[in-house]
């Protein structure tokens, strides 16, 4: 079966990075979307990045120009550095996919993706 396993967390002072990695196994499609959510206490999922396995990869507003999203495909591994952090970025982060994905553009809410992380806490202060 499908296991994402985030890892990388931790905390950061404002201005920092910290760089979150997924490990994915058991997942063989080769048409897929992967994406980063985060959510915060008493805030709901909010999807932060989305990558196609083509290639394309999609940012949400309030992270793009300061998180960037990368996989090695051939590991099935996923990463986020995240740099220039804010406390605004304080929440737990989940890595997401979804086989057969052909979404456009690439999706960003959680009706989008089947396979779910544990998730990950980063404090920013």
């Known amino acids: 079966h499908v296991q994402l396993v985030e890892s990388g967390g931790g905390s950061a002072q404002a201005g920092g990075s910290l760089k979150l990695t997924c490990q994915a196994s058991g997942f063989s499609y080769s048409v897929y979307c992967m994406a980063w959510f985060r959510q915060a206490p008493g805030k709901s999922r909010e999807g932060i990045a989305a990558?196609?396995?083509?290639?394309?990869?999609r940012y949400s507003d309030s992270v793009k120009g300061r998180f960037t999203f990368s996989e090695d495909a051939a590991k099935r591994t996923l990463f986020l550095q995240m740099d220039s952090l804010k406390p605004e970025d304080t929440a737990t982060y989940y890595c997401a996919a979804v086989g057969l994905c052909y979404d456009d553009p690439l999706p960003l809410g959680v009706d989008g993706y089947l396979y779910w992380g544990q998730g990950t806490q980063v404090t920013v202060s």
């Open positions: 990558l196609h396995a083509e290639g394309d990869i």
